[in-house]
């Protein structure tokens, strides 16, 4: 690791007091952190040079994605961390590219919410060897090696989609016909959240996924995935399983376009709880929401001080989520911040 004198930092202490606002307004209780004030700092003493963090972000395919990058530069700029920020449109080798230039640049830390699970080995080992950290932020990947990465904040996908499908079970009395959409194939997400609604459809005998297909994590992609499915399988379809808010409003437009109500003839349940899902159930065309927050600056940037400090920490924060209805949509809207 590198030595700590060398780290050009003038981060002030507010790791413990942000992460206290961050539960306080998320309603997300981390798993493994503590509340208590960090340690003090071993990092250079303030009044010097800003620290340079680098942002290796997916893209802004979902409005969760543009919640996240917002809620990451915000903190940088609350923290006066200098953030080089990086989209790579939904593509890994853009990742790649960017983590290698922040590596050129020689950055203190790197943050990355990896596209995909695989892949990393090379570009970690490099920036491992270039004694820089790097900073898992809202998906995990897999690597033969867990020190080539510092810590990973995220939600429990695989949590969300069981979550998802008991709502949806209770729901429907353990009797229904659906068509998933999937989010980008090969992302953490997509395969766990498909995992955990599979999972909680074991109990149900009368639950039955009868298509499932990649919408990208796009409202786009959801209605076109959608439009095309319903002309397949018509009238059978009773739910609709969206691996994000955005693929399914996309599929509410879809099947409002076949002459059907959404939320009524066909069940919706999805998962980020975004502020247009939140519209979409107090309108009656969504039916239900499971919370994933993209709300982490708080929580990556004291990832980053600890990381840089050679602080110990957890190698893993698990954000909770809770699920939401239409029943409690119209009480809790104005008081949803992303
Ligand atoms: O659910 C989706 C986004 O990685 C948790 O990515 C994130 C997912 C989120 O595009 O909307």
Redesign the pocket.
Known sequence: MKQTHSFRSTIAPLGALALAASIAITGCKPESTTTTAPAPSKAAPTGESTLVVGFAQ?GA?????TAETQSIKEEAAERGVELKFSDAQGKQENQIKAVNGFIAQGVDAIIL?PVVETGWEQVLKDAKDAEIPVILV??GLKVSDDSLYATLI??D?VAEGRMAGEWLAKKTEGKASIIELQ??PG???AIDRKKGFADALKEHEGMKIIASQSGD?RRSGGKEVTEALLKVHGDKVTAIYA????MALGAIQAIEEAGKKPGTDILIVS??GVRGAFEAMVKGTLNCTVE?S?LLGPLAFDAVEKAIALDEQPKKTIVEDQVFDQSMAEAVIDSRRY
Request: aromatic share 12%; glycine share 4%.
């Open positions: 997916v395919e979902s409005s969760w994605r919410a809202d998906r995220a939600s996908f989010g980008t992302s953490a997400p994590f691996h994000n808010d955005d998962i980020d994933c993209p």
